[in-house]
């Protein structure tokens, strides 16, 4: 059995930062890709960033530049670190792992941006 647990979200003033992490636990063998997902009321879950395992990283064209994704695999843990936030980065964010052959998503945490 493996579980993803995500923290980090919050309320943050619009050109704030937040970290955000996920970490796996339970029975796994190698980690693939990593990534982070977001979804804001009334819209579709949309990727936002990734890492394959040779550390490979791309982006949502929304948030070049502001976010940076990173994972740590000695702790099975992958990190999305978040600047100049906008107001239109609300959202629940959840992780995302393909391990073995699955995929496994965390419980997700939220983010607001507001003044």
């Known amino acids: 059995q493996v579980q993803l647990v995500e923290s980090g979200g919050g309320l943050v003033q619009p050109g704030g930062s937040l970290r955000l992490s996920c970490a796996a636990s339970?029975?796994?063998?190698?980690?693939?890709?990593m990534g982070w997902y977001r979804q804001a009321p009334g819209r579709r879950r949309e990727l936002v960033a990734a890492?394959?395992?040779?550390?490979?990283?791309s982006f949502d064209d929304s948030v070049k530049g502001r976010f940076t994704i990173s994972r740590d695999n000695a702790k099975n843990t992958v990190y999305l670190e978040m600047n100049s936030l906008k107001p239109e980065d609300t959202a629940v964010y959840y992780c995302?792992?393909?391990?073995?052959?699955?995929?496994?998503w965390g419980q997700g945490t939220q983010v607001t941006v507001s003044s």
């Open positions: 339970g029975s796994i063998s190698s980690i693939n890709v």
């Open positions: 890492i394959t395992g040779s550390s490979s990283t």
């Open positions: 995302k792992m393909a391990i073995g052959s699955y995929a496994y």
